[in-house]
C-alpha cells in the first residue's frame, strides 16, 4: 500500500494512501463527503464496508481530525486509509474561506447520497403504490384518474380555476387543433383567506369565477370546469377529490379531508347565479404533463418546481394497487400518478443528509415535521435556508463584519429569487451580487463576502438540483421507458440559472448512458393542464370559438 505525506501547514502532517489521494481529487472535483455521512450510508444499506472513527464535530467546523479505517473483505484485517487529516485543500484559499467552506460542510451531498435518496424514493414509491403497504410510505402516489394523454386534436372552451400557487386564477380557454387561445384574470387571496376558513375561502373562489363571467360575457353558458388545485389530494375519481393536508403556507380550517369539489360545489350554490359543470380536479403537475404531452407525446413526468415540489407519472394501472376500479371511466392501460413527492422524508428518510438549517425551516413552518422533501429543495424555502446560514455565519464573524446586518435577522429577508440573480454572475464577478447585498441594505461588501455568499447560494441550490435529480431518476426507473421527456414547470426551475444544468447532468450520470431523457418547459401548465383534462374528458364533443378573439394566442406549429 503506499502511503503519500505531506505538510499541510507547519506542524500539520497528513497521511495518506495512494488511493485515498486519488479519491479525494475525483470528489474535490464534484463535492466533498463527510465521514460521519458516508458512515451512515454504509450502515444503513445494511452491508458496513467502513469502520469510521470521526472525533470532529459535526457541522460548523467538520471533522477537525480523524482516523479513517477500512475492513478489507476477506482478510479479516482493517487498515487506515488516511490519518489525522483536517483539510485537503491546498493554501489556495484563506483561513475565513476555508471556514465558509467548512461552515456549508452538510450541506454538500455526493453521487453516494443521491443514489441513497433516489433507492429510498423509489421504495417509498413502490409501497405508495400497493395497497397493503399504502400507509407505510411518505409517497402517497395518489392516483389522479386521468387515464388518456391529450393528442394534440383536443377543441373546445373551457373554464379553468388555478389555486395554491403564488397566485389564484380563473381563465377562459379555447383549443383547437394546433392552437390555445387564453384569457385570465389573477385573484389575490389574502393572508387572511389562507388561513381563516375554508367557507371563506370558497366563496372568494365562487365569487372571482362570478366576477370572470360577467366580464367576459359568459352568463349563457354553462362550460365545463377544470380546478387545478395544488395540494395533495385524495382523489376517488376524476372530480372528486379529498384534500390529504395543506402545504405552502395554506391553512384554512374544515377542508382537510373534505371533498373540494364539492365545496367548491357548495359555494356555488349558495351564491345561486353560475352555471358550471365542475367536471375534473387535477393539480399542477398533473396539468404540466398534459399540456407538454399535448404537443409530445414521449412526456411522461410532470414536475413542478416552484413554490413547492412536486411529479406526476404515468404508471401502468396493473401496478397501481390503490386504484378504485370503477367501470364508468374504462380500463385503460396507464394512468397518471400524482406522487406527492414533496411529503418524502416524512417519515425519517432524508435524516442522514438533513442539516441543522434544515430542521430550523420545518420547525418554524405551519407544518412541522411535513413535506421535509419540499422544504429542502423547493422556492418557498431555499432562499430561508441561505438566510439561516448566514445568520450563523454572521454569528461566527466570518461575513457581512462591521455591517448592519439586522434586516438578516427577519424570517423571509431572503427570497429565492435572491440566488438565482447571485448565481447568475460570471464566476469573479459581482454585479448581481452587489445588486442584492444593496437591497438588504448592506453596503461597502468587499469581494471576499460576496464570493461566500454565491459559495453557500450554490450548496443549497446544487443540493436542490441533485436531490431532484435523484427524484426523477427514480420516477424514469420506475417506469423503465428507454426514452422520457421531462415536462417542467415553476419559477424555481425557469429562472434559476442553473437547476436545469445541474439537475439534468446528475440525472444522466445517474441513470447512466443507456437512457435518453430530455426536459420540456410547460407553458403555464395549471391554466392549459385544467382544459385539457376536461377536453379529454369531454372527448371533443363542444366547439372552439373562432380564432379571431382577442387573447393570448399560443400556436404549436
Ligand atoms: P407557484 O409554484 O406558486 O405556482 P411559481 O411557479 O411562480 O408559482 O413559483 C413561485 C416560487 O418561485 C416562489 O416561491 C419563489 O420563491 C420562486 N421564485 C420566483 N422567482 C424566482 C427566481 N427568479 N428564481 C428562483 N426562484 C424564484
Ligand atoms: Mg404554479
Not at 52 to 72: D, F, L, M, P, Y
Not at 268 to 274: A, K
Not at 298 to 314: F, V
Request: aromatic share 8%; net charge negative; proline share 3%.
Amino acid at each position: 500500500m503506499g502511503l503519500l505525506a505531506y505538510f499541510k501547514k507547519p506542524g500539520e502532517m497528513v497521511l495518506i494512501t495512494n488511493e485515498r489521494m486519488n479519491e479525494m481529487m475525483e470528489e474535490r472535483m464534484d463535492t466533498e463527503r463527510t465521514d460521519e455521512r458516508l458512515d451512515t450510508i454504509s450502515s444503513l444499506q445494511g452491508e458496513k464496508k467502513c469502520n469510521n472513527e470521526t472525533t470532529g464535530r459535526k457541522g460548523s467546523a467538520g471533522n477537525k481530525w480523524s482516523i479513517r479505517r477500512e475492513s478489507v473483505p476477506g482478510e479479516g484485517r482493517v487498515r487506515c486509509t488516511s490519518i489525522s487529516m483536517k483539510t485537503y485543500k491546498p493554501h489556495l484559499i484563506c483561513e475565513t474561506r476555508r471556514k465558509v467552506e467548512d461552515l456549508c460542510r452538510d450541506l454538500v451531498v455526493n453521487n453516494d447520497h443521491i443514489h441513497l435518496v433516489e433507492m429510498r424514493l423509489r421504495d417509498s414509491i413502490s409501497k405508495g403504490l400497493d395497497k397493503e403497504h399504502h400507509d407505510q410510505s411518505s409517497v402517497k402516489c395518489y392516483p389522479t384518474y386521468v387515464r388518456k394523454l391529450p393528442t394534440g386534436r383536443e377543441k373546445g372552451r373551457f373554464l379553468a380555476l388555478d389555486l395554491g400557487g403564488t397566485n389564484f386564477r380563473v381563465l377562459l380557454i379555447n383549443i383547437s387543433e394546433g392552437y390555445f387561445l387564453m384569457e385570465s384574470e389573477i385573484y389575490s387571496i389574502s393572508e387572511e383567506l389562507m388561513l381563516g376558513k375554508g367557507d371563506n375561502l370558497f366563496d372568494h373562489i365562487a365569487s372571482c369565477l362570478a366576477g370572470f363571467i360577467v366580464q367576459y360575457n359568459l352568463g349563457d353558458l354553462t362550460l365545463p370546469l377544470g380546478f387545478t388545485f395544488s395540494f395533495p389530494l385524495i382523489q376517488d375519481g376524476l372530480a372528486q377529490g379529498r384534500l390529504a393536508q395543506w402545504t405552502k403556507g395554506f391553512k384554512c380550517a374544515g377542508v382537510e379531508g373534505e371533498d373540494v369539489v364539492h365545496l367548491l360545489k357548495e359555494a356555488i350554490s349558495r351564491r345561486g347565479d353560475l352555471k358550471i359543470d365542475v367536471c375534473a380536479i387535477l393539480n399542477d403537475t398533473t396539468g404540466t404533463l398534459m399540456s407538454c404531452g399535448w404537443k409530445e407525446p414521449k412526456c411522461r413526468i410532470g414536475l413542478i418546481l416552484g413554490t413547492g415540489t412536486n411529479a406526476c407519472y404515468l404508471e401502468k394501472e396493473s401496478k397501481v394497487g390503490t386504484l378504485n376500479h370503477d367501470p364508468e371511466q374504462g380500463s385503460g392501460s396507464d394512468i397518471i400518478i400524482n406522487t406527492e413527492w414533496g411529503a418524502f422524508g416524512d417519515y425519517g428518510e432524508l435524516d442522514f443528509i438533513r442539516t441543522k438549517w434544515d430542521e430550523e425551516i420545518d420547525e418554524q413552518s405551519l407544518n412541522p415535521g411535513k413535506q421535509i422533501f419540499e422544504k429542502m429543495i423547493s422556492g418557498m424555502y431555499m432562499g430561508e435556508l441561505v438566510r439561516l446560514v448566514l445568520e450563523d455565519m454572521i454569528e461566527e464573524g466570518l461575513i457581512f463584519t462591521n455591517q448592519d446586518t439586522s434586516v438578516l435577522s427577519q424570517k423571509g429577508a431572503f427570497p429565492t429569487r435572491f440566488l438565482s440573480q447571485i448565481e447568475a454572475d460570471a464566476v469573479g464577478h459581482y454585479d448581481r451580487g452587489r445588486e442584492v447585498v444593496g437591497e438588504l441594505g448592506l453596503s461597502d461588501v468587499c469581494e471576499a463576502d460576496l464570493s461566500a455568499l454565491r459559495y453557500i447560494c450554490e450548496c443549497v441550490s446544487r443540493r436542490a438540483g441533485f436531490m431532484c435529480a435523484a427524484g426523477l431518476t427514480a420516477l424514469i426507473k420506475k417506469m423503465d421507458y428507454k426514452e422520457v421527456v421531462v415536462a417542467v414547470d415553476g419559477s424555481l426551475f425557469r429562472y434559476h440559472p442553473h437547476f436545469r444544468n445541474v439537475m439534468k447532468s446528475r440525472v444522466a450520470q445517474l441513470m447512466g448512458i443507456d437512457y435518453k431523457f430530455d426536459i420540456m418547459m410547460s407553458e403555464d401548465g395549471s391554466g392549459r393542464g385544467a382544459a385539457l383534462v376536461a377536453a379529454v374528458l369531454k372527448g371533443g364533443d363542444i366547439q372552439p370559438e373562432p380564432v379571431n378573439q382577442k387573447g393570448d394566442l399560443c400556436s404549436i406549429m
